[in-house]
């Protein structure tokens, strides 16, 4: 089981890291891929082959050992069905064999029922831990969970030993238990962190995207088992009303964006154990320095913005309007001041390295 996590772990976040990377590329701008002393994030962008290769590539890592072990290893019936099969006496191995096929049986058909009232019901009256903002996320997991297991299960049984060549199943099937596995985490985490109020668009995005992803995933999966007929019928049965799980809205992504762009309890929370510095002289620390400037400029700006707007201070770029603005009398001394360290601050985050050619 340990081996599984850690696959889905290692693979999980080495993607993960792939985006992100790639999106601080595009924010970075040509400063990104100018490579010196003040870029922080070109090398980091060159590592990520590297991260997603140890102990082999993200497609065997998703496609082999996530769902190709965990489907052995993590059942409940499976590996003791294995072991009884190897058994050298072969009338204890069928005894044993039978007593184990009887339970999977009875397992397989209670998850069938399962599933259906958590289809029909929305998984509501299930009974699960949580408070009034985790609850309906725990319930969620309980009926995707049962669907997870119900189809792999009815996977194994049409498809036996192939189900492992199988990769665009078995990919699908790691895709749909990573994403359970990091809602419970997520949920978790939310709960070791004493379930601040302020977190809760973050708990809120995490699990609705998870659980939006397994769905998607193992609708994708149904259309993709041999056996047509009892493929369509086990989607009816555990998805009788269709698609439960939307993506996260642009509203909440909105909330977390505003989260994210203030100095606050929740991004110190959500930054923990990262590399966080504010010296000025260090490339990341520059980003620091740049962000917690620009905070305090903030209410100047928008005097700024307002009396452009009201047509009191001529329109153009913020730092060609600073003096003109001091000299209107619409800010003072000191908030011009805060204003030019503000710019100076943005200018300092993004410059490149220059370098004499004879340096070189």
Same mark, same amino acid.
Request: charge should be neutral.
């Given at each position: 089981?340990?081996?599984?996590?850690?696959?889905?772990?290692?693979?999980?976040?080495?993607?993960?890291? /792939?985006? =992100?990377?790639?999106?601080?590329?595009?924010?970075?701008? +040509?400063?990104?891929?100018?490579?010196?002393?003040?870029?922080?994030?070109? /090398?980091?962008?060159? &590592?990520?082959?590297?991260?997603?290769? =140890?102990?082999?590539?993200?497609?065997? &890592?998703?496609?082999?050992?996530?769902?190709?072990?965990?489907? =052995?290893?993590?059942?409940?019936?499976?590996?003791?069905?294995?072991?009884?099969?190897?058994?050298?006496?072969?009338?204890?191995?069928?005894?044993?064999?039978?007593?184990?096929?009887?339970?999977?049986? +009875?397992?397989?058909?209670?998850?069938?029922?399962?599933?259906?009232?958590?289809?029909?019901?929305? @998984?509501?009256?299930?009974?699960?831990?949580?408070?009034?903002?985790?609850?309906?996320?725990?319930?969620?997991?309980?009926?995707?969970?049962?669907?997870?297991?119900? &189809? @792999?299960?009815?996977?194994?049984? &049409?498809?036996?030993?192939?189900?492992?060549?199988?990769? /665009?199943?078995?990919?699908?099937?790691?895709?749909?238990?990573?994403?359970?596995?990091?809602?419970?985490?997520?949920?978790?985490?939310?709960?070791?962190?004493?379930?601040?109020?302020?977190?809760? !668009?973050?708990?809120?995005?995490?699990?609705?995207?998870?659980?939006?992803?397994?769905?998607?995933?193992?609708?994708?999966?149904?259309?993709?088992?041999?056996?047509?007929?009892?493929?369509?019928?086990? %989607?009816?049965?555990?998805?009788?009303?269709?698609? !439960?799980?939307? !993506?996260?809205?642009?509203?909440? =992504?909105?909330?977390?964006?505003?989260?994210?762009?203030?100095?606050?309890?929740?991004?110190?929370?959500?930054?923990?154990?990262?590399?966080?510095?504010?010296?000025?002289?260090?490339?990341?620390? %520059?980003?620091?320095?740049?962000?917690?400037?620009?905070?305090?400029?903030?209410?100047?700006?928008?005097?700024?913005?307002?009396?452009?707007?009201?047509?009191?201070?001529?329109?153009?770029?913020?730092?060609?309007?600073?003096?003109?603005?001091?000299?209107?009398?619409?800010?003072?001394?000191?908030?011009?001041?805060?204003?030019?360290?503000?710019?100076?601050? /943005?200018?300092?985050?993004?410059?490149?390295?220059?370098?004499?050619?004879?340096?070189?």
């Amino acid at each position: 089981k340990p081996s599984v996590i850690s696959a889905i772990i290692k693979y999980q976040l080495t993607e993960g890291m /792939r985006r =992100v990377i790639n999106d601080g590329m595009d924010i970075q701008g +040509g400063s990104g891929i100018c490579l010196g002393p003040s870029n922080y994030i070109g /090398r980091l962008y060159q &590592t990520i082959p590297v991260g997603i290769t =140890v102990e082999g590539a993200n497609i065997l &890592t998703r496609t082999m050992m996530i769902f190709g072990q965990g489907a =052995v290893r993590c059942h409940p019936y499976i590996q003791s069905e294995m072991a009884a099969l190897a058994l050298e006496d072969k009338e204890q191995a069928l005894k044993d064999f039978d007593a184990i096929l009887w339970k999977h049986i +009875g397992f397989f058909l209670g998850n069938i029922g399962r599933g259906l009232w958590f289809g029909v019901s929305n @998984a509501r009256f299930s009974n699960t831990p949580g408070d009034k903002h985790t609850r309906r996320y725990y319930q969620q997991l309980a009926r995707l969970s049962t669907s997870f297991t119900l &189809t @792999a299960d009815f996977a194994l049984l &049409t498809l036996g030993g192939n189900l492992k060549r199988k990769e /665009r199943i078995s990919g699908r099937f790691a895709d749909v238990l990573s994403h359970l596995y990091l809602c419970s985490c997520v949920l978790k985490h939310f709960e070791n962190q004493g379930s601040q109020e302020t977190d809760i !668009p973050l708990l809120n995005w995490a699990c609705q995207y998870s659980l939006h992803r397994a769905q998607q995933s193992l609708l994708a999966v149904f259309w993709l088992l041999p056996m047509r007929i009892p493929a369509i019928a086990l %989607r009816t049965v555990l998805f009788p009303l269709g698609k !439960p799980y939307a !993506p996260p809205q642009d509203k909440l =992504v909105g909330e977390l964006a505003q989260l994210l762009l203030n100095d606050s309890p929740t991004r110190d929370r959500l930054t923990a154990g990262v590399y966080i510095n504010d010296n000025p002289e260090d490339a990341t620390g %520059r980003i620091e320095v740049a962000f917690k400037a620009v905070l305090m400029a903030a209410p100047v700006e928008a005097k700024i913005h307002a009396a452009q707007k009201q047509g009191d201070l001529d329109k153009g770029t913020l730092a060609s309007t600073i003096d003109s603005a001091l000299a209107k009398n619409i800010i003072n001394q000191a908030e011009a001041e805060l204003l030019h360290t503000a710019e100076q601050a /943005r200018s300092e985050a993004i410059r490149v390295d220059d370098f004499d050619p004879g340096e070189l």
